[in-house]
């Protein structure tokens, strides 16, 4: 088992930066590849980015490729979203989640555990 809390969010102007923290706690961090996804009201829960066990491999949506950057510090046992730019559209409710598989998805269902979220609002 694995808990996963999410801090960072808040209210930001367009153009404007956050830092998205997700701590784990419970089994081994760097067993998991971790991945950030986001749902905004209406729509369906989307991938953000992902990150490897070791942090050598990412991957990332092409909508937030180039201003967003995925990270993690598996001594501290916390996955990070540095978002720059940020657009109106990137408004949502922000989600980490962890997959025990070897791989970098971007399909929900294949990560097994789930943060509460955190909300991040771009303001027009």
């Known amino acids: 088992q694995v808990q996963l809390v999410e801090s960072g969010g808040g209210l930001v102007q367009i153009g404007g930066s956050l830092r998205l923290s997700c701590a784990a706690s419970g089994r081994t961090f760097s067993y998991f590849a971790m991945g950030w996804f986001r749902q905004a009201p209406g729509k369906a829960r989307e991938f953000v980015a992902t990150?490897?066990?070791?942090?050598?491999?990412?991957s990332y949506a092409n909508s937030v490729k180039g201003r967003f950057t995925i990270a993690r510090d598996n001594a501290k046992n916390t996955v990070y979203l540095q978002m720059n730019s940020l657009k109106p559209e990137d408004t949502a409710v922000y989600y980490c989640?962890?997959?025990?598989?070897?791989?970098?998805?971007?399909?929900?269902?294949?990560?097994?555990?789930w943060g509460q979220g955190t909300q991040v609002t771009v303001s027009s």
């Open positions: 990150i490897s066990q070791s942090g050598t491999g990412t």
């Open positions: 989640a962890a997959d025990n598989g070897y791989r970098l998805s971007s399909w929900p269902n294949e990560y097994s555990y």
